[in-house]
Structure formats: structure tokens, C-alpha cells
């Protein structure tokens, strides 16, 4: 049995931040570069993925040292991925968590250039990451590269910005949502459960919880979109619909979406018995997940 | 005793050229973003980063089959390198090689995202090689996120932007170039020599050479872009003049330009030797770096 999850969220994130902190600290970089780096890494965010990354390895063992290389890369990897849809050729976003984005607060060739370099140092994280076994690090690095890359998330950018002036019907939005979203969440619970030495069964299983836990985010996000408060979500409200990007709500009615929420919610913690895992924070974070209002 | 240059060249660039074109296919990814990479990596160039790298390892080793997987992430990311280079809030270049830049041909988006995923699918080539054992696939990786990241290629390019509009004395330029284009040139040869087993001094003797041929390489980009033909290389001539970009012509005139690159011709050669690979192709292509005229 586990703690709180406010508990747990208290004593990790505020860790898993630290370590991104020294990751930078540890580049020899040029001063102009690292700062843009780490302004887009220190604006805050929940920290969602390498939470679950370390609440995925907690429910098959203990002592999370082995997580924060591969915490970090994915939280990198996620904050590369906003800067550049935030870029004015892309979704052209001025804020971000309530802080002009990075090409406001520097430049568009200096972020371009951020994201590439927080994208590149993911990799050299876990391969330097002294506590990892050769092995341990290749499966990091095939899985990081494939979930994130052109058979991934950059994937779903694409589709993405292909949908945005058009309806889509419900299975080509959850493709979006999966290869945009679900994968960085498959590879945040699959390597936590690797490192835990989970069963091959056992990270089968969740990747079922990881990829409705991608869907749940997003009829969240979505329903935020249409009923949360601007202050909250930190951008305007209903920016989605301004762009005609097809929603959940859209597409089901606000009752509609969270009907299916639901039903996602009741499949995520079904896996997450199959994987004997059920007595772990992953439970929680289902419901964080789906009743997140900001 | 090694074969002729042109020979290496005729053999193994088709051959370097068609598993790029393989792993493209490979993609399960998106019609329009396989596009948009396989268009840049097509575009042609001299492949010099993957043939140095099997020259490398053909100074000490036979059979270059190892080879493909790093051959192939290193053009990856050497046109990556390019496509972002050329967008408009960085060079702004239309044309590269006689083509429209990638962002010409397609958009500014689907530009900065097929640099992303070849970039991001680099790592996941070598990640994914069944020929490489764990050991090597970790050194590759950690030497190339190393080299190509923001302790190297990103930092250069971050350094030649803010160089862009002042005059930089030799030593800053000398940094400026060994970090966007030395670096790669030293992932090159030294990965090549390690997949060939060479020996840790080999190794360094060769890093001194990588060096050198990034100098010798710069030095006669500088040369051509005051002399050169506009037809051959592809861009209009003096196009750094243009935008007050220091060079070595500028700084030692052409004589002492080429003075410089003499020295270090001789000096690679020297640690050629160190390396026990002077009667290799490396040595031959010393002499291709300083005299070509494209």
C-alpha cells in the first residue's frame, strides 16, 4: 500500500525539479542557450510525465535514484515539444503557463534552437546516467526515440496541424491524441515499470493504462477548454474552438465527454489490476488525471 | 595499402545513400512528414560525415556493415542541422544545392518538424542496430548527443548567429567552427575508429585529425565563397560577405587563408601518423578536404 498522492507529489516533484536544475547546470553550453533552456524548463507545469514515470516504477519496487535520468529526459523532451508548437509558424502561442512563450521571451532562431538542444541532451542524459546498465540504457533510449519521434509524437504535431482547420471524426482525434500525447505518457510508464523490473506482461498491461490515461487528459483538457477558468488553464479560454480544432465536446455534447471519460477511467483501472498494480499511485492518478481543473 | 579515393567514394556513397533511403522506408510515420525528410536527405551533397566515418573505421578494420546504422543517424543529423539552419528566423536561405530549402518546398512547420524527426530517429537507428553490441550502441549514442547537442553543434550555431553582424577575432571564429562543424567531423572519425577497434591513443591521435580536417574544411568554404563559382557550390557567391559574417579571407587575406589551411594539412597528416593511419583513406581525403572546389 501507498501514501498519499499529495504526499508523494510533495516530496518528488520538487526533487525530479532539482535534478533537471543540475542537468543544465552541468552543460558547458554557451550562457545565451542555457538560459533559454532553462527558462522554458523552470516554467513550471505539473510534471505530469516524470511523476508518473517514478509512480510507475514505485508500484514494482523501491529507491527511485535510477528514475531521474529518464524522468528528466522526458520532462525535456516534453518542454522541447511546447516550445516549438509554440513557435509563430506552428500554433503561433505568445503564452505559456502564464509567461511569454520562449521565442517571445528570446527569439524564434533562439528557441528553435532550445528545442533542439533540450530534444539532443534527452539522450545524452540517460547515456552518461552512471546508475543504468548498458542494457537498461539502449531500451531507454529505442523507447524514448520511438515515442517521441517521426513514428510518434512529432507525428501527431503533423496530424495535428493538418486537423486544425477541419472537423475530424472520434477515431482520427484519438489518433492524434495518442501519438501527440499518448505516447510520452506509454514511454513515461512503460520505463518506470522496465526499471521497477516489471514482468513483460505486466508493462503490456500498462501500456493499456498508459494509453487511456492519454485519452483522459485529453477530454479533459478538452472540457477545460469549453467550462475551466482562463486564470486556471493560464490561456484563453475556448482557444481551441477559435482555431476550429475538433474536441471531445464538440464531437459528444460536455455530457457526452465526460460519459466517456468515465468509461476510460473504469478501462485504466482495469489494466492496472491485470498488472498488479492497482494498490499503487497510478490508482490515484487516475483520478487526478480526470478531475484536474487546471 | 588502401584502393583510390574515387573508388572508395564510387563504392560506398551509393551504398550509404540507399540504407539512408531504407531506414526512411522503414517509417511508419505520416505520408507528408516522411516527405518532407526523405526530400532534405535526398537533396544530395557529398556525404562527407558518413565516408569519413567508414574511412575511420577501414583504417583498421575490414567489413563495413557495423558502420550503416551511425553512418546513416550522422547525415540524419547533419541535415537536420541544415533544414533548421536554413529557416527564415535563422539563415533564411531559399535555396541549398540548387533547391529550394525545405521550408520553400514544404512550410516553415512541416520544416522545423522533419528536422525534429530526423534528429529524434537518428537515436533510434543506432538504438535499434542488431549488429552493434549494448556497449557500443551507448558509446555511439553518448559521443553523438555529445558532439551534435548544446556542449557542441547547437552551441556553434548559437555562437555563428551572434557572429553574424560584428567582426570576431581568429580564435572566437576558430570555437565558432570547431562547435558546427568540427564536432560532427570528430563524431565521425571517432566512431568509425572505435566500431573498428582501435585503441584508446589511436583514438585520440584521430580526435586531433577530426580536428584539423574542420579547419582545413572552413577554411576552404571561406576560399570558395571569394572565389569559387556560384554554379558549383550552389549559393550565391559572397553570400557571407553579405551578412557580415567574419571569415578566414577576410581576417588573413586569401594568401594567408591559404597559408593556414597548409598548416593544417600537414598538421592532420602528423596525427595520421600518431594513429598508424597514414596508408588509409583518411590520408587521401585530407587532401580532398583542402582542394575541393564545391
Given amino acids: 500500500m501507498t501514501g498519499s498522492l499529495d504526499q508523494f507529489f510533495k516530496t518528488y516533484k520538487t526533487e525530479v525539479e532539482n ?5 543544465l547546470e552541468d552543460l558547458n553550453s554557451t550562457a545565451q542557450l542555457k538560459e533559454a533552456m532553462r527558462y522554458s524548463v523552470n516554467a513550471g507545469g505539473k510534471r505530469i510525465r516524470p511523476l508518473l514515470l517514478m509512480a510507475s516504477y514505485l508500484a514494482y519496487a523501491k529507491d527511485v535514484e535510477k528514475t531521474y535520468s529518464s524522468a528528466a529526459a522526458l520532462e525535456f523532451i516534453h ?9 509563430p509558424a506552428m500554433d503561433d502561442d505568445d503564452i505559456r503557463r502564464g509567461k511569454p512563450t520562449n521565442h517571445k521571451a528570446f527569439d524564434e532562431a533562439t528557441a528553435i534552437l532550445a528545442g533542439d538542444a533540450l530534444l539532443t541532451y534527452s539522450f545524452e542524459i540517460v547515456a552518461q546516467d552512471d546508475l543504468l546498465s548498458d542494457r537498461e540504457k539502449v531500451y531507454l533510449i529505442k523507447l524514448l526515440s520511438e515515442t517521441s519521434g517521426p513514428n510518434g509524437m512529432v507525428a501527431g504535431q503533423v496530424l495535428d496541424m493538418a486537423a486544425e482547420s477541419k472537423y475530424v471524426d472520434l477515431e482520427a482525434l484519438e489518433t492524434i491524441h495518442k501519438l501527440k500525447t499518448g505516447e510520452l505518457l506509454k514511454f513515461a510508464v512503460r520505463a518506470g515499470a522496465y526499471l521497477g523490473q516489471a ?8 501500456d493499456q493504462y498508459a494509453h487511456y490515461m ?9 472540457i477545460l477548454d469549453v467550462i475551466g477558468e482562463e486564470n486556471k488553464i493560464g490561456k484563453p479560454v475556448k482557444s481551441d474552438e477559435g482555431n476550429l480544432k475538433s474536441t471531445y465536446p464538440q464531437l459528444l455534447g460536455i455530457d457526452g465527454a465526460i460519459q466517456q471519460k468515465e ?18 499511485y497510478l490508482f490515484q492518478l487516475i483520478d487526478y488525471f480526470s478531475k484536474r481543473d487546471h
Same sequence: chains 1, 2.
Avoid: P, W
Wanted: aromatic share 8%.
Fill in 19 to 23: 535534478r533537471m536544475i543540475h542537468f
Fill in 79 to 87: 518542454t522541447y515539444s511546447l516550445i516549438h508548437d509554440d513557435l
Fill in 199 to 206: 514482468t513483460d506482461e505486466q508493462i503490456s498491461h500498462l
Fill in 214 to 222: 492519454g485519452l483522459i487528459f485529453q477530454v479533459q483538457d478538452d
Fill in 263 to 280: 468509461r476510460y477511467a473504469a478501462l485504466a483501472k482495469e489494466a492496472l489490476q491485470n498488472a498488479n498494480a492497482d494498490e499503487s
